[in-house]
């Protein structure tokens, strides 16, 4: 008689169950491999003793040309619980956005999670406020533009499913191929607009009005969301500048510890400044994080953003 598949990590297995479950598709071995960090041939193990706990487990067809498995007409919801810990980290995205409208969703989505989670309310709640005291928190209040959740769900359903969608803009009606949104202090609509062809450009979501989805769908191509954000600073796009900043000593530690951007590289000199390197687009957005600053950093390329920089300063200093 063979052996039965067996893997020893049983959370690595309940983990897998839940992480197969997810994904309308299914996992793929390759999945299996990157997601837990081990070979081939523990990740046909690990599947291989998925299969034995749960039957319903079954190769799954897709048009990829790859082999997936998922769960065929089974729910394993009865095996999934939040802990305390995990809770509270959505917790604090929910009291941490300034965005009302986003707030308004993670409101009910933690609603919905406390539902699920009912065994044992009491004391999950109590479990929640402690890790959320003990690793404290601060919004940080500003000005936010006003969305309707009616929008958002638009624009959502059209991303998702590839739709195009109408609306107002600038008091012209458009029809708009969406391709993502990109989040801040306010929201940016990044999408093809049909009677301007291929190029993509970046709207103001909140100026949008009497935006409606269609029946109609379009073409994404190979558009890569996270890609066409590396390419700029900001959101907006134009020509790739390649940047080099020096921040003085008083501001080195600080400034080697911050994220500007995707491309960016460093390194501390004899003096003690640290000189930064990036390649973006987006030359106002990059002068309007320069300014933050203050005198302690300065441009050293390109010169057009030098140029750039001091212009700017002496329009906003005319009135003073």
Not at 33 to 49: F, K, L, P, Q, W
Not at 89 to 95: A, G, K, V
Not at 184 to 190: A, D, M, N, Q, V
Request: hydrophobic share 30%.
């Amino acid at each position: 008689m063979q052996d039965k598949p067996r893997y020893s990590r049983v959370s690595d297995i309940l983990d897998l169950a839940i992480f197969m479950s997810s994904k309308l598709n299914g996992v793929t071995i390759k999945d299996i491999e990157e997601r837990y960090n081990v070979s081939r041939r523990t990740a046909e193990r690990m599947r291989d003793s998925l299969t034995c706990i749960f039957p319903q487990v079954d190769e799954i067809e897709t048009d990829d040309m790859q082999k997936h498995w998922g769960f065929i007409n089974y729910s394993i919801s009865q095996l999934i619980t939040f802990t305390p810990k995990e809770l509270a980290n959505i917790e604090q995205c929910h009291r941490r956005t300034t965005n009302k409208e986003m707030k308004e969703e993670l409101g009910k989505t933690v609603e919905k999670i406390k539902a699920f989670n009912r065994k044992g309310k009491n004391k999950l709640e109590n479990d929640i406020e402690l890790y959320m005291q003990t690793e404290g928190y601060a919004v940080r209040q500003m000005p936010q533009y006003k969305i309707s959740l009616n929008t958002l769900e638009v624009i959502r359903e059209a991303v998702q499913h590839s739709k195009i969608v109408k609306g107002i803009y600038h008091d012209k009606e458009r029809t708009i191929e969406p391709l993502g949104m990109i989040y801040g202090e306010k929201i940016y609509l990044i999408a093809r607009e049909k009677a301007k062809g291929n190029d993509i450009y970046t709207y103001l979501l909140h100026k949008f009005e009497n935006l409606t989805l269609t029946e109609k769908t379009f073409d994404k191509g190979d558009f890569d969301l996270q890609e066409y954000t590396n390419e700029s600073f900001g959101v907006y796009h134009g020509e790739i500048l390649n940047v080099k900043l020096s921040f003085g000593p008083e501001l080195a530690q600080e400034a080697s510890r911050y994220d500007f951007h995707p491309t960016q590289k460093g390194k501390f000199e004899k003096d003690g400044s640290y000189t930064l390197t990036f390649k973006a687009s987006g030359s106002r957005e990059i002068i309007w994080h320069i300014f933050k600053w203050g005198a302690g950093c300065k441009i050293l390329a390109p010169k057009a953003l030098q140029k750039e920089y001091k212009e700017y300063l002496a329009e906003n200093l005319k009135n003073y």
